[in-house]
Nanobody, 116 residues
Framework: QVQLVESGGGLVQPGGSLRLSCAAS????????VSWYRQAPGKERELVAA????????NYADSVRGRFAISRDNAKNTVYLQMNSLKPEDTAVYSC?????????WGQGTQVTVSS
């Protein structure tokens, strides 16, 4: 059974940090690129960061570049999103997507709330 499970979300104060995890099972994870998306209430889904299957290439949205870092451990079938210097506008549901040509899988999402 294919699964992507996000974890690590929660409530954090502005300026704080969180590390999200996206754990995969049921498919050959190392063959897939992975993206993190977020969606805030009333807003469109936004691509936050992406990493290639080998981890050799990464991309970031301008709104998070320099604050967030995406990484992966293919031995653990897991992708991480380290989020630093969090701002209230980072509040959203964060979801991961694993993709390759002709195939994609999604997790259920994890809530991140940045508030004092």
């Amino acid at each position: 059974q294919v699964q992507l499970v996000e974890s690590g979300g929660g409530l954090v104060q502005p300026g704080g940090s969180l590390r999200l995890s996206c754990a995969a099972s049921g498919f050959t994870f190392s063959n897939y690129g992975v993206s993190w998306y977020r969606q805030a209430p009333g807003k469109e889904r936004e691509l936050v960061a992406a990493i290639s299957s080998t981890g050799g290439s990464t991309n970031y949205a301008d709104s998070v570049r320099g604050r967030f870092a995406i990484s992966r451990d293919n031995a653990k079938n897991t992708v991480y999103l380290q989020m630093n210097s969090l701002k209230p506008e980072d509040t959203a549901v964060y979801s991961c997507e694993a993709y390759r040509r002709g195939s994609e899988y999604w997790g259920q999402g994890t809530q991140v709330t940045v508030s004092s």
